[in-house]
């Protein structure tokens, strides 16, 4: 049974089609990635996903249930959880403050509980500077603070909008063994994805999107071979 199902969503913006037609779903303990260049309308699938955003057509189910017409924050309660492709932290709040506001408004914790729930979190995510100011923060610590605040609301899916970008080798690869771990609590897990190598390493099966429309899905083996998509997006080796 899938965790999250998409069918047939469209999403305009005046004359432009980001997402045409679009059907998918996602299973607990799957990686999906969601792959294609710039523009295809990846970041726009979360934001309907998540709620971001309302479909112009079409339909969402979580569970079984039509979430479709919930807003962002209801489905965060749910259990549909993302980060944001260009992170904004709450600025005058520290680390584990900023993970807090997760657990609150995504959880509903009560203010003591959710300072426990962040403090595990942040252990799992090996974050140390817990209580710095989030503009001290390296890249990886707020990468981190941010899956943490999309952690905290204990979700059933997550989607990862590029959270590897702009990190070392050995910083990504730390990041990938958080992910995989996550797998195996059962998540389902959608990771929007430039970096080729991560795709590879974590996905069970990706969907390849170009101009809101999927050219190409299956295990990234066999899809990285594909003629369309190596047209369209990954180039000639
Ligand atoms: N809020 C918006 N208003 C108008 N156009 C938008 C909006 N959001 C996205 N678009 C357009 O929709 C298309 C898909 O954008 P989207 O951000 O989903 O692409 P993406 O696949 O995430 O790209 P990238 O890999 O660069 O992050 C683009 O043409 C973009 O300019
Ligand atoms: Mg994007």
């Known amino acids: 049974m899938p965790t999250l199902k998409a069918n047939n969503i469209v999403r305009r913006f005046g004359g432009l089609v980001a997402v045409n037609d679009l059907s998918f779903e996602v299973e607990k303990g799957e990686i999906l990635g969601i792959i ?4 295809a309308g990846k970041t726009t699938v ?20 039509d ?8 489905r965060n309660r749910l259990g ?6 260009i992170v904004r932290p709450l600025e005058n709040f520290s680390a584990i403050e900023n993970i807090m506001v997760g657990a609150l408004f995504g959880k509903g914790d009560k203010l003591s509980e959710a300072r426990s729930t962040a403090r595990e979190i942040c252990d799992f995510l090996n974050l140390e500077n817990v209580n710095k100011s989030v503009d001290e923060l390296t890249v990886l610590e707020l990468k981190k603070v941010e899956l943490g605040r999309a952690l905290a ?24 063994d958080i992910v995989k771990e996550l797998q195996e609590r059962n998540v389902a897990i959608c990771v929007v994805e430039h970096i080729m ?3 590879k390493e974590l996905t069970n099966r990706v969907i390849v999107l170009n101009k809101g429309e999927i050219i190409a899905q299956g295990p990234y083996s066999k899809v990285s071979e594909n003629k369309e998509v190596i047209a369209a997006y990954l180039g000639e080796e």
């Open 153 to 176: 609301s204990e979700p059933d899916v997550l989607f990862l909008d590029e959270i590897m970008a702009g990190l070392t080798s050995e910083e990504t690869w730390e990041l990938m």
């Open 46 to 65: 979360i934001n309907l996903m998540a709620g971001t955003l309302p479909v112009n057509k079409g339909s969402i189910e979580f569970n079984n249930v």
């Open 67 to 74: 979430v479709t017409n919930k807003e962002a924050h209801t």
């Open 80 to 85: 549909i959880a993302r980060t944001f492709q």
């Open 197 to 199: 190598k991560v795709v």
């Open 36 to 39: 294609g260049p710039n523009g």
